[in-house]
């Protein structure tokens, strides 16, 4: 209530002044993403930017989805930013893009000034990675909407078509699948995991997570891994055929999406063992294989196609790059499917 | 649980093939926004779109807010949608772009198939309005995050700088302040005035709107409204020299963006009586007009800046197109202040 007993917007849960404080340290944050495709920024009613002459754009909204439950459970926020950024950087590289400008939407029930800057300098560290500015973004303080020290996130991306050839997905029979190492559970599957861990074997964020030296707050909240560094060189080189990021769908959700509807891909589970977290919450939850793989990643953060002859090449430059690669399976004819061969013995 | 006792996706509150469904439909609106801009969409892991040769662009993010609170109490949520485009919109349109693509966020406790496609709905429809194609965007479904019937909604624009010289709000001493009709509350002072109405008064939304032949729901859930449509003429023309949009800050907190340190901009608040409901929230809350004047538009949406050669046929073709529009005060020589003239007795 304001001194002559008036409501104001103060009373009703909004604090415009510490509002105007956190804006300020966001700036800087802004400041320390700008790239020179940024033309005008923070503090426009729209941020400006420009793309190249006669550029194709790409553009792809995401959110970080209830990994947010376990940041708040830790009570660490620095790392949900770098899900977000990395999550959209990954999809718009699946179509051929680099990343210009990215936008994020943050929303909380009332401004937490600690939590707020941890969350957005993960957003901002995540774009000066990837090279891509943070143009602006809305933080929104919504009473009644989010408890206290829990919020929503959400962003935005906006890329410039680098690589036609990886946009065209000119996939054939014969092709070589390479699984790039995802580095955890990146953000999927999380509403599985909690209500496993948390609900239904009681542990906690702070307990070690069986199998692994580090504890489960750990070991979940480790960010989406970007694989833009990693494949811009094989891509500059037109060595890169397609590219299927590994989401919500596992990888017969989304591998799917880069298959003409003749060919199918067969991956073969037995190139790989899944890291120690999957095989855990496998054994655990009795869930079938099947469902497994829709659910998580399995350890394969991003599929790439590449031609035979290519293969050795793209294999020593992504290793060289630090992102473990291996080939995890190949293109054959077939009806559009993707097939997963081993999936008895993986179940 | 699946038959064999594990648990499975379904189990942890997400529904894949209830969101599959729901995904089809949405298909269907986006592509009833497709224009000329667009180059590739809806299923792919970005959208692909063209701004023209070498065309400068402009971005911005943005939520309904609380707003979202009366749409839950009322059932109704097919209007939020163009709240949230519209804004979007509006923003971009203060730095002179016409938006060419837009993507939405919207995320639930579980998929509520009336009201997620009642909400896509009316993105989709102000899209179309606009002739902006809705690009793509995320449907989340995150157990535990929002209430059953609850929702977040944020979207993203993308625009084209049409009007280099609204962006570049060349104000001078002895231009027009030209005010342009608010359609209601828009999106913002929902904290307020949820608190005020609901909690305070102990009104609810069936409730009549006391002073309007309206119920409060209705009066509250009226969409923001969208400028472009009326302000494209006079913009192509090059007789506006800058826009603010009316959001957070009401009047003083955006006007302002707008003015040279040197300027002032004098508002003559006796130049227009607020629609009833804004007399009411006075009324009642007893809140002083300087509180009442930061966190609602009172009636004015947009302030468009104009020479005063240009003030009639600004005014008259404005008119003409259906949007009331009036003249709200002057800049003068002064330190960068938007000064509201006669707020004694509007208080």
Redesign the interface.
């Known amino acids: 209530m304001?001194a002559?007993?008036?409501?104001?917007?103060r009373?009703?849960?909004?604090d415009?002044d510490a509002a105007a404080d956190v804006k300020a340290r966001i700036r800087d944050m802004v400041e320390s993403t700008r790239t020179e495709a940024v033309?005008?920024g923070y503090?426009?009613?729209?941020?400006?930017?420009?793309?190249g002459?006669?550029?194709?754009?790409?553009?792809?909204?995401?959110?970080v989805?209830?990994k947010?439950?376990v940041a708040f459970r830790a009570g660490r926020h620095d790392t949900v930013g770098r899900d977000l950024v990395n999550h959209c950087v990954n999809?718009?590289l699946?179509?051929g893009?680099v990343p210009l400008?990215f936008?994020?939407?943050f929303?909380c029930g009332r401004l937490n000034r600690g939590i707020t800057l941890d969350v957005v300098r993960g957003v901002a560290e995540a774009c000066r990675e990837n090279g891509c500015a943070l143009?602006?973004?809305?933080t929104?303080e919504?009473?009644?909407?989010y408890p206290a020290g829990e919020y929503?996130l959400?962003g935005?991306?906006?890329?410039r078509?680098e690589w036609p050839a990886v946009?065209r997905r000119e996939v054939r029979a014969g092709d070589v699948l390479l699984g790039l190492a995802s580095s955890g559970l990146h953000t999927n599957?999380f509403?599985?995991v909690?209500?496993?861990l948390f609900d239904?074997l009681e542990l906690d964020v702070e307990d070690r997570f069986p199998g692994t030296d580090a504890t489960i707050g750990d070991v979940l909240l480790r960010p989406h891994r970007s694989y833009l560094r990693a494949l811009q060189g094989p891509c500059g080189d037109g060595l890169i055929r397609a590219l299927a990021?590994v989401t919500g769908?596992g990888i017969p959700g989304n591998l799917n999406?880069v298959l003409p509807s003749d060919l199918d891909a067969v991956v073969d589970l037995e190139s790989w063992t899944p890291a120690p977290e999957f095989r855990f919450l496998q054994q655990e939850?009795?869930?079938?294989a099947t469902?497994m793989y829709?659910?998580f990643n399995m350890g394969v953060g991003m599929v790439a196609v590449v031609r035979p002859e290519d293969e050795a090449s793209v294999v020593s430059r992504l290793e060289r790059s630090g992102c473990p690669v291996w080939r995890c399976g190949e293109v054959t004819s077939g009806t559009g499917a993707v097939r997963l061969q081993g999936l008895d013995r993986a179940g």
């Not at 935005?156 to 890329?159: C, D, K, L, Q, R």
């Not at 939850?285 to 079938?288: L, Q, Y």
């Open positions: 304001s002559d007993g008036g409501l104001t917007y009373d009703a849960g909004v415009l033309r005008a503090g426009s009613f729209g941020g400006r930017f420009h793309a002459a006669d550029a194709e754009l790409v553009a792809s909204a995401d959110g989805g209830t947010l439950k999809d718009i699946t179509e893009a400008v936008m994020d939407y929303a143009l602006g973004g809305e929104a919504m009473p009644d909407f929503d959400a935005f991306v906006v890329g078509l946009a599957g509403s599985f909690r209500k496993l239904r990021h769908g999406r939850s009795s869930a079938p469902e829709r659910t």
